[in-house]
């Protein structure tokens, strides 16, 4: 698992910066090896926040692309709450994808796969989750999608 | 809680077959005791999905029907991860329902009764759970209702 | 942690009773030192529930206000799971936070701020907590907000 920066690099992805707590919650909380990722929003590697609407103004393939963008956020949280050490890594075990949905888009799936699949490349049989996935009317700040997780780790 | 075969037919159901993993994330991830069941989506025994949106074109009885076959996969999900072992539930811990919604109905309540009851009845004072239940404006495939579930089990 | 009732009250506020099970699901549940909180309405000291929909017939203020009695009542919560023995509260591990919201409202987290607020003012470095905040169209009976949490405790 200390390889994850590699197999990114192939992927063509780096890994972003962990975004700063901006009020009285955190991106992270580490409970007895249960780690909690706040929910991360698509934010891109030129910091932009990918922003739409499935069903409306943007495609599944889009949606999926906005969905990797909050994985990698993802990843970034981990990151910084282990201080790079990837080996403590012992699992993700679930993700919860959000999808900003007009009523008659169904397939919200489709999109979370794009954060699924990420984790799932990135950290091998350790990266393979439980998962929800919804449809919402909206996200903050306008964004497509909103993924929150929870991993496991060791000491 | 071995009797729940006992109880479901009583009931005149029975556990469906436990559905595969259908990409980069798994039906449910053990994890020290607690078993984390991905989103189960209202399959009936006749392998048909129950699409509808509360509010709308179906009533809180069939939305309750809805989340009932939801619970009966996540219990299959459970045997399925048990390996049928189904003394080893120590409890269900938590459920998520999400109930297609218009922005006009409130009753998400009584449609997720639908699960907490079948879960409640299956398993006795096991089976009760903490909960929250929301409505959001669609689901994959059109799924009328989807619930997610957390419970502990012993080794 | 023993004066959260000397916070609360420097804020006006009082703990409010916590409402007791309502069905075959319950307010809480401990698990081997995780405690999970139902998702909480805002009803406020006078027992009236907060109606309303974001970017519809509430503003912001409002909306974090209604977050405010949901974290009130998951306080609450955690003082009936607790016996009152407050100092068993290790910390407020995550909120989950569903605004009744329109599809062009996207300032959810301003909303849910009420919550986080509320949670960190009261239980200080303990309270800070992982947290998602989506829209979603409807809630239970009109709430504007709904809260869920997880709690980690001590024996």
New interface residues.
């Given amino acids: 698992m200390t390889d994850i920066f590699a197999r990114l690099s192939e992927m063509g992805l780096a890994l972003p910066k962990a975004a700063a ?9 580490l ?4 780690l ?4 991360q929003l698509p934010i891109g590697p030129d910091g932009a926040l990918i922003r739409g ?1 499935l ?1 409306d103004d943007m495609d599944v393939e889009a949606g999926a692309a906005a969905a990797r963008a909050c994985a990698l956020n993802i990843l970034a949280q981990v990151g910084a709450a282990l201080s790079g050490e990837w080996a403590c890594v ?2 993700c ?4 994808g ?1 999808v900003a ?9 489709l999109v979370v ?1 794009g954060a ?2 990420l ?3 990135v950290l091998g049989e350790a ?17 497509a999608v ?1 993924v ?1 997780a ?1 991993f ?1 780790v060791r000491a």
């Fill in positions: 707590p901006a009020a009285n919650y955190v991106p992270y909380v409970d007895r090896g249960t909690y990722i706040s929910g609407r069903g012992a699992r075990v679930k993700l919860g959000f949905s007009t009523p008659d888009f169904t397939k919200q799936p796969n699924s699949d984790i799932a490349t990266g393979k989750h439980a998962r929800a996935a919804v449809g919402v009317p909206a996200l903050p700040l306008g964004a909103e929150e929870v496991a």
